[in-house]
């Protein structure tokens, strides 16, 4: 996907991935043939990109079409072992993730976009509504507009994390105190003195790949992709 920015090139979906966020959002069954048989009969449509931006001038940007995000699942993807992802597929996020909860500092970072301001140890920068497996997070942005919703949440408390849960199920996640959502078209994210960065650096994360420690911005990029969107998908967003 990185590498058809700026063309016009179309990028059509196959789901082999381990939770096919991306199908999932736009109705594309998981069968990689009836998959297939749709690309003929779906419509390009340019749509705008995420992009992470390291402030360390040599490390590089890159692109992504769902998800970014930092603080737990930032190191959670960074650690997840390749070959149980191999072999577990979505469970390999959940023992990591429970192996993290022990062991994870859940340091706190300063975010920040469009005047709010939030030191927040988790944040979620989505394009879509999915996050993975059955989770639905960020549920009012869409990979059709030209922003994010941003989801921050400020516990450092590993049991109030695991309370979370619960809440995303019910979709009760709003209502909760100690969660932010706005939207935004972009967001820095930088660490703050004196968290326990030195033990646990605060890792990035996008689309469920490694994407290294902050500090980082992420950003907008406006009509950066043609996207082939399976008919029934694009008539229910109007296009």
Not at 26 to 37: Q, S
Not at 120 to 141: C, D, K, M
Not at 155 to 166: D, E, G, I, N, Q
Request: proline letters at 6%; charged letters at 20%.
């Amino acid at each position: 996907m990185n590498g058809l920015v700026g063309t016009e090139t179309a990028l059509a979906i196959l789901p082999c991935g381990t939770a096919n966020v991306l199908a999932k959002e736009l109705g594309i069954p998981w069968d990689v043939r009836r998959a297939a048989e749709l690309v003929a009969h779906s419509r390009p449509r340019r749509i705008a990109l995420g992009q992470i931006v390291p402030l360390d001038p040599q490390r590089a940007a890159r692109y992504f079409l769902c998800l970014g995000g930092a603080g737990p699942d930032g190191v959670l993807v960074y650690s997840v072992d390749l070959g149980t992802k191999h072999k577990a597929g979505v469970l390999a996020y959940w023992l990591e993730g429970f192996r993290q909860l022990v062991s994870y500092s859940f340091p706190r970072f300063r975010v920040a976009s469009n005047g709010h301001a939030v030191d927040a140890s988790l944040v979620v920068v989505g394009r879509t509504r999915s996050y993975g497996g059955p989770f639905e997070i960020t549920t009012g942005a869409s990979l059709f507009s030209d922003e994010f919703e941003i989801l921050a949440v400020t516990t450092r408390s590993p049991v109030t994390f695991l309370s979370l849960l619960p809440a995303v199920w019910l979709r009760r996640l709003r209502e909760r105190p100690d969660v932010h959502i706005w939207k935004a078209t972009s967001l820095r994210c930088e660490t703050l003195s004196g968290n326990g960065n030195g033990n646990h650096p605060v890792y990035a994360q996008v689309d469920g790949e490694p994407a290294g420690r902050l500090d980082v911005e992420f950003r907008i990029v406006p009509a950066a992709l043609t996207l082939l969107v399976p008919a029934k998908a694009a008539e229910a967003r109007g296009g």
